[in-house]
């Protein structure tokens, strides 16, 4: 039974034995941006398709982050004291990360539900679904979305920024009681919990909580319950090559929809406005508009540029 109470924060008991683990988790997560490297490299891709990169390189950065993350074993374990531990993904199991003994994989300190997010998606907000049900969720565990782009902006390397980093338990909680108390329903705002008690299930365990009636399948949105809203708009201000990430994503917009003639000249002189409003160096405002000319040459091809 959900409570109609708001749900609070349960962090770690500062007294458990891996506390002081948990904390400097915590500082690696924030630390994998400066330090994450891919060898992955995209050039010449369609404007059509950019909005669907989360869904080809998603994994692979997924993955790129858990490898960091090892990498930084000095900060997280800098005694030496868990030398049988490193992090491992999952995906087929929940959480996807798991820092766990190498010879008893059942021994696991914490999870990390990690999400990758495009920054140039089409959508404003993370699409992706979380749907755990709490109980599954340690308290140690937690939900982690990275913002993601390309290092110049339309093609180069991924490249990380700040995440979000949120107890998973307290996001499982926080999207049950959004969906029973604050989101209007035309039918039943029920939800149907799992059965699952315990943190670390097996792979066959159906740890999913489910609405009893979802006909648009928003049920586990996390982004649309509003808990990360401040983090959304601050990512969607980070400057790539001099302008906003939500000024590029809507600028986009425009080579995957029924953009005519005219739709383009308008999306190039908001851009322009956009240019000349930002207080960027003249060799920014070169990259944008290398990045501008590619688009409307190469990457929308149907027609020459109206300019």
């Known amino acids: 039974m959900i409570s109609k109470s708001p749900p609070v924060r349960r962090p770690p008991d500062p007294a458990w034995e891996h506390y002081t683990l948990y904390e400097r988790v915590r500082e690696a997560i924030f630390a994998v941006p400066s330090n994450f490297r891919s060898n992955v490299v995209i050039r ?67 999870g990390i539900e990690l999400k990758g997010w495009y920054l140039l998606a089409k959508e404003k907000e993370p699409s992706f679904r979380f749907l755990a049900t709490p109980a599954a969720c340690g308290h ?58 315990h943190p670390y299930p097996m792979k066959t365990d159906e740890i999913s909580d489910k ?10 949105r996390i982004a649309r319950t509003g808990i990360m809203d401040n983090f959304t708009d601050r990512a969607g201000n980070r400057l790539l090559s001099g302008i906003e990430a939500r000024h590029w994503r809507s600028f986009l917009k425009i080579f995957t929809e029924t953009a005519n003639e005219a739709h383009i000249e308008a999306a ?40």
């Open 211 to 220: 609405a009893e009636e979802d006909a648009g399948r928003n049920f586990g």
């Open 268 to 307: 190039l002189a908001r851009l322009e406005e956009q240019v000349e409003r930002a207080p960027i160096r003249q060799q920014e405002i070169d990259n944008v508009r290398e990045v501008v000319d590619t688009l409307v040459h190469t990457l929308w091809p149907r027609q020459d540029t109206p300019r």
């Open 44 to 110: 010449g891709i369609q404007a059509t398709d950019l909005f669907n990169l989360n869904a080809l390189l998603g994994a692979a950065i997924e993955e790129g982050v858990v490898d960091t993350l090892n990498s930084l074993r000095q900060l997280w374990d800098s005694g030496e004291r868990y030398a049988m531990y490193s992090f491992v993904r999952q995906p087929q199991t929940f959480p996807d990360v798991r820092l766990q003994n190498a010879a008893d994989p059942s021994d696991v300190l914490l």
């Open 140 to 197: 140690p565990d937690l939900f982690v979305v990275y913002p993601w782009c390309l290092s110049e902006v339309i093609s180069g390397v991924p490249q990380l920024t700040v995440p979000y980093v949120e107890l998973a338990r307290y996001v499982a909680e926080y999207r049950n009681h959004h969906w029973e108390f604050a989101m209007r329903h035309k039918k039943s705002a029920g939800i149907i919990l799992s059965s699952v008690d």
